[in-house]
């Protein structure tokens, strides 16, 4: 058992293997080298990132209406991944639709995924309630953190990182009753140094936006994020591919920048 400190209070969590977070903050984030998390593609596996399900249930900008894809379309691309095992399905922002949408589709088809969760926007209008968080992980499916107010990591002082990346996991470890190791960034966003603190907070993998495979091994785990826009043809290209040559190379050669900056 871990005794360890919020800023509110001291609490108890289970035999989680992480470092105290007032340890962590009194520490430097500058840490390992990145770029050896993420090992050779030996297991390519593709990760299909989805947000809203069917019509948003709030005005949303147009920037955000393009995260928004029909539940028809959404079923179709289940269906492609039924008995693919190396195709994987992530959902952000804690949308309601999760649960009245994605989580009925997925338990027809026997297939899980792995919702990541914004702990400020829980009871919210058309985000997930309490209840229905701890029904989506009663039901299997596997949660993870994006963080307490959705903002771009890279631009937090200590103190706001500190409420995204700690007491966000603490709150959702309370309410859904399970360790959280999974970690998704806002917008996609990171760079060497949100790494690093991930990593010494003990998050087991790190989920980005940066597409193409991901490595099964590997901490960082590149996403596709399926957008209004896209077809299932876009989708079987997805989940068909491995990058390959020059592409690989400027692929790896972005992330890489990324990891360092
Ligand atoms: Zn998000």
């Known amino acids: 058992m871990i005794r360890y400190a919020t800023s509110s209070s001291h609490v108890s969590v289970g ?3 992480r470092m105290s977070p007032v340890d962590f903050w009194s520490a430097s984030c500058e840490g390992k080298d990145p770029s050896r998390w993420r090992p050779a593609i030996a297991y390519p596996i ?5 947000h809203g399900l069917g019509r948003p249930p709030r005005d949303v900008s147009p ?3 393009k995260f928004w894809i029909e539940a028809p ?3 179709a691309i289940l269906d492609l991944a039924r008995g693919r095992s190396d195709v994987q399905l992530t959902f952000d922002d804690a949308n309601e639709s999760d649960y009245a949408t994605a989580l009925p589709a997925l338990e027809a ?5 792995k919702f990541f969760i914004v702990m400020g926007s829980l009871g919210h209008h058309g985000y997930l ?4 968080l701890q029904a989506l992980a009663a039901a299997g499916m596997g949660v993870g953190s994006h963080g307490m107010r959705h903002r771009r990591w890279t631009r937090l002082c200590a103190h706001d990182l500190n409420e995204e990346l700690v007491e966000a996991r603490y709150r959702l470890e ?4 399970l360790p959280v190791e999974d970690v998704a960034c806002p917008f996609g966003s990171y760079n060497r140094h949100v790494l690093s603190c991930l990593r010494k907070l003990g998050y087991q993998r790190i ?3 940066d597409g193409g495979p991901a490595n099964l091994d590997a901490v960082v785990q590149a996403r596709n994020t399926v957008l209004r826009r896209h077809n299932l043809g876009d989708i079987r290209e997805v989940i068909n591919s491995t990058p390959r040559g020059l592409k690989r190379a400027w692929r790896g050669l972005k992330q890489t920048l990324k990891r360092w900056r």
Do not use: C, M, P
């Open 15 to 17: 035999a989680v293997h």
């Open 46 to 50: 593709f990760i299909l990132n989805f």
């Open 63 to 65: 920037d955000e209406e």
């Open 73 to 75: 379309f959404f079923e």
């Open 109 to 113: 088809r026997n297939l899980t995924g």
């Open 129 to 132: 309630s309490i209840r229905q």
């Open 174 to 177: 309370q309410t859904v009753g």
């Open 207 to 209: 989920y980005t936006s």
